[in-house]
């Protein structure tokens, strides 16, 4: 399974966002409108993965959406930005999604998605949620599934002006929660979805790793901090109170 992107709730409107992360020197894009959830996006794209800093647009329309991912941004923005929750991508969603629930584990069932992009071109996905309360504990990752092949998607993403050459140099290497129980996480997460353990603290994907750390003194079970791999830049950036973490290769 691949890490596909992770989502931050953040209070800036996208175009703010994109001014900001480009003044860092990253090539970053607004993403578009999601029309049924009032909600909008900007994105940092990597070679395998991206970032996605949502915000909302329309909160009258995000409180009746009635979707997981709408509920969780609009639950943690009451205190304020920062690291939502992980998307992971998948080629095979509905026999994921039958997997899961021979498990016992309730699902949303497959949503079907979409985005209006600023170019007026729509783009559709599918969608998978684990059942759970939306709260302070550790989200469950959600899935997706995208309508072209990863080849094509990048594509088109390099054709609209999305991707430039700069952001196939980057790569999303970690990601880092602080939760009250890692190992009781790790397990079920394992449990799940067949995540390989790496060690007491991480879980592999094919293109990421997920360290678990324990909470200290910190009100949510959250992702904390990403790593990313192939800037030129060395260092730490906080931003809408999350933490990126820039390595040098």
């Given at each position: 399974m691949f890490l596909d992107h992770i989502v931050h709730h953040v209070t800036t409107k996208p175009k703010e966002a994109v001014q900001q992360w480009s003044e860092k020197g990253f090539h970053a894009v607004i993403g578009g409108q999601h029309i049924h959830w009032g909600t909008y996006n900007a994105l940092l794209y990597t070679k395998t993965?991206?970032?996605?800093?949502?915000?909302?647009?329309?909160?009258?329309?995000?409180?009746?959406?009635?979707?997981?991912?709408?509920?969780l941004l609009l639950h943690d923005l009451k205190?304020?930005?920062?690291?939502?929750t992980v998307c992971?991508?998948?080629?095979?969603?509905?026999?994921?999604?039958?997997?899961?629930?021979?498990?016992?584990?309730?699902?949303?069932?497959?949503?079907h998605a979409e985005r209006k992009t600023t170019s007026g071109l729509v783009r559709?996905?599918?969608m998978l949620f684990v059942k759970e309360q939306v709260d302070d504990a550790l989200p469950t990752p959600f899935f997706i599934e995208w309508e072209e092949s990863d080849e094509e998607r990048y594509r088109l993403l390099e054709k609209d002006g999305t991707i430039n050459s700069s952001n196939l140099e980057l790569s999303i290497a970690a990601c880092e929660f602080h939760v009250d129980n890692p190992r009781e996480v790790m397990d079920r997460w394992k449990n799940y979805f067949g995540f390989e353990e790496q060690d007491e603290q991480t879980l592999l994907l094919s293109n990421a790793r997920f360290i678990f750390k324990k909470?200290?003194?910190?009100?949510?079970?959250?992702?904390?901090?990403?790593?990313?791999?192939?800037?030129?830049?060395?260092?730490?950036i906080h931003y809408e109170n999350a933490t990126y973490r820039f390595l040098a290769e």
């Open positions: 993965s991206y970032i996605e800093w949502l915000a909302l647009e329309h909160e009258d329309v995000a409180t009746n959406a009635n979707h997981p991912l709408v509920n205190t304020g930005p920062g690291f939502g992971i991508r998948t080629n095979t969603m509905d026999e994921l999604c039958e997997q899961l629930e021979r498990k016992g584990i309730e699902t949303s069932g497959v949503l559709k996905w599918k909470q200290i003194n910190e009100k949510k079970e959250r992702l904390v901090t990403i790593y990313v791999n192939g800037s030129e830049k060395n260092g730490d």
